[in-house]
């Protein structure tokens, strides 16, 4: 892979494009194995001893490489190691959810050095959103080791999605303070680096692809439950976000089994929502004879239904039932999905669907294949650890690794 400069520089073929190409797959190579011989990156990238060995000591002058321990356990004098220099640069993520923000710094082998969560119960009045995001931020950075300064990008996951054309959040009339038409230049004034602000959901999407069950999908559905229901559309290997950012949306989708929401964006909700949201499972549950239902947020709520569900022993049972029915009402929705987008894959993520785990996979699975005509494979996420935080880092240290590993200039 190689980025085209200006000028001569930019031409294919030129030794200094052809060098840079070389160094990015030497940098690739060690990111994806870890500490590599000179020997070893050479029959990796099919470079010959000499010019692996100036690719290396190029790479260790620039500051993006080190020389670390000997290869083991082979007779007679171990071979130098090499690995990518972590504090070659560092990248943060921001995590915002109505009750949280929480923010992770990854150095550029995406290792996270430093995380820190701003609770914001309430804070409707309170503490502007800036201050939030640089608070959070600065938790982050201090828990690292390191200054706001050694961020070179930082990428931001909210629920909904700014408007390209106004700049204007939509789509989450749940998140107190972020609505200002302002509120981007505050933050853009506010913080030293790149920052670029991506939907929650996508975010998750990015993590699954780059690291989790969607590695090597070019087009896929990611569904999503947890304070929201909503899905990412991966299409040719890109996420597709739509005309005003709102493609996924899909708890406003009108759906058999809810009633037809109007006004939906007054409302914040919709029919699929309504059906098969976190927030519908307790009353499901009650209806169906299940009496050990628990207090608490819905979302972890949700979640510890689901998860007794899918352990349950009984064949039949109010448990089972409520798996079998939240799994009829989940492929209702996603029918209409993969009937327009004909996904190779579906992930189902989020806690309330992941806490289902194989069992309700394999019934989601088993409705879809009544509802809709392709059939799409369905997989649990993998990544179930903060996966919008993660989606965010992968995404920052994408576009990081891009600028600081490019050595053509």
């Not at 303070?177 to 996508?202: F, I, K, Q, R, T």
Request: glycine content about 12%.
């Amino acid at each position: 892979m190689w980025t085209r400069m200006a000028g001569t520089a930019g031409t294919p073929g030129t030794p200094r494009v052809l060098r840079a190409m070389n160094d990015r797959a030497a940098l690739d190579l060690l990111l994806e194995h870890g500490p590599l011989s000179r020997t070893r990156i050479g029959k990796l990238t099919g470079l010959s001893k000499p010019t692996a060995s100036q690719l290396l000591a190029r790479l260790e002058a620039a500051g993006l490489v080190l020389a670390g321990g000997t290869t083991e356990g082979r007779p007679g004098p171990g071979a130098q190691l090499y690995e990518v220099n972590p504090a070659a640069a560092y990248a943060a993520g921001i995590d915002v959810t109505p009750d949280r923000v929480l923010a992770a710094v990854a150095d550029v082998t995406g290792r996270t050095v430093g995380r820190y969560e701003l609770p914001t119960p309430g804070r409707r009045a309170a503490t502007p959103v800036v201050q939030q995001v640089t608070d959070a931020l600065d938790g982050a950075v201090k828990a690292a080791g390191l200054a706001r300064d050694d961020v070179h990008r930082l990428v931001i996951g909210t629920p909904g999605a700014f408007d390209p054309g106004t700049g204007r959040l939509r789509y989450a009339s749940h998140l107190p303070g972020w609505h200002s038409p302002a509120l981007l230049e505050e933050l853009a004034a506010a913080l030293p680096m790149p920052v670029e602000y991506e939907n929650d959901v996508n975010l998750a999407a990015v993590a699954e692809q780059r690291l989790g069950a969607a590695r090597g999908h070019e087009d896929f559905v990611l569904l999503w439950n947890q304070e929201g229901l909503g899905a990412a559309l991966v299409l040719g290997g890109r996420l597709h976000r739509g005309w005003t950012g709102g493609a996924g949306e899909v708890g406003f989708l009108p759906v058999p089994g809810a009633p037809l929401v109007r006004k939906v964006s007054r409302t914040g909700s919709g029919g699929f929502q309504e059906l098969a949201g976190s927030q519908a499972l307790a009353g499901l549950a009650r209806e169906l004879g299940v009496t050990d239902v628990p207090s608490g947020p819905y979302p972890e709520v949700a979640a510890t239904l689901v998860a007794r569900a899918a352990r349950a022993d009984a064949a039949d049972g109010p448990h089972r039932r409520l798996l079998q029915t939240y799994a009829t009402r989940l492929a209702t929705g996603l029918a209409s999905l993969v009937s327009v987008l004909d996904p190779e894959l579906v992930v189902l993520s989020g806690t309330s669907l992941t806490a289902g785990g194989e069992a309700l996979r394999d019934l989601v699975r088993d409705e879809l294949e009544e509802l809709a005509a392709s059939r799409p494979r369905l997989a649990v996420g993998d990544v179930t650890e903060h996966p919008v935080l993660r989606g965010a880092l992968e995404s920052a240290l994408a576009t990081t690794r891009d600028e600081v590993f490019d050595t053509s200039r």
